[in-house]
């Protein structure tokens, strides 16, 4: 049987029209019932929004490599950490979704993805990224010290769907579907303006390191998914694999 990895988070924010260097894209409800502002889904070979209300410019750091994946075609962060700008993805002060679905790779402490609002210094903001064998964690603002973490079977090599879903009252991590950790915290829900996969958008922190796994489909929602909603999407994700 395989396993598989998946990330989830959900953002709030305002309608963006998509920049020229992306796909046109007409933005439509998914499995959620609702129409993402980011999903990069990597399947045209290429870091693009391919259905999302908002906007991302793209940066190709390391070798741009596209890999066959459960669903589609996946990047690989240990050799490519695309970067670039949000548009339309994030708004301040309201809730979100963060859905990746993902390995965690071998690299100790090597990031997923970073999306940054300089809440904590000029490399501040979200950082969902492996901690020890096995281990998802999450850290907010300039500091790798995790808020949230919890073990995942055959994590490192097999992809999972990771769900980070932010309101005012809370941040909760889901993996597969479930609810795994939670915290009491609203400094979390803020606009984002910058993004990177497999690095911090700056620089790592002491404590971090560049370079994860494989991401296979990366989604922000302009809102807080239900817990059946990340179980609907989880098992959209998986049933490919």
Not at 184 to 202: C, D, L, W
Request: with cysteine.
């Amino acid at each position: 049987m395989k396993s598989v990895c998946i990330v989830s988070v959900c953002i709030l924010s305002a309608a963006a029209a998509l920049l020229p260097w992306q796909d046109a894209h007409a933005a439509t409800n998914d499995v959620t019932g609702l129409t993402p502002t980011l999903h990069v889904s990597y399947n045209a070979s290429s870091v693009v929004n391919d259905n999302g209300t908002g906007s991302l410019t793209v940066n190709n750091e390391g070798t741009p490599t596209y890999m066959d994946s459960p669903n589609g075609k996946a990047i690989n962060t240990a050799i490519f950490t695309p970067y670039g700008n949000l548009t339309g993805v994030f708004a301040a002060n309201t809730d979100f979704t963060i859905s990746s679905y993902a390995t965690l790779g071998t690299n100790p402490n090597g990031l997923m993805v970073h999306l940054r609002d300089d809440m904590g210094g000029l490399t501040g903001g979200l950082v969902l990224r492996r901690g020890s064998t096995n281990e998802v964690v999450l850290t907010l603002n300039a500091v790798s010290t995790p808020i949230l973490s919890t073990q995942v079977p055959c994590g490192d090599a097999a992809f999972h769907h990771y769900a980070v879903v932010a309101t005012a009252s809370g941040i909760t991590l889901y993996v597969d579907g479930f609810a795994r950790a939670s915290v009491p915290s609203n400094t979390i829900a803020v606009a984002k303006f910058a993004y990177q996969f497999g690095s911090r958008h700056g620089t790592v922190r002491a404590g971090e390191a560049k370079f994860g796994g494989k991401i296979d489909d990366f989604r922000v929602y302009s809102g807080a998914l239900s817990a059946a909603q990340i179980a609907t999407l989880s098992a959209s994700l998986a049933s490919a694999a």
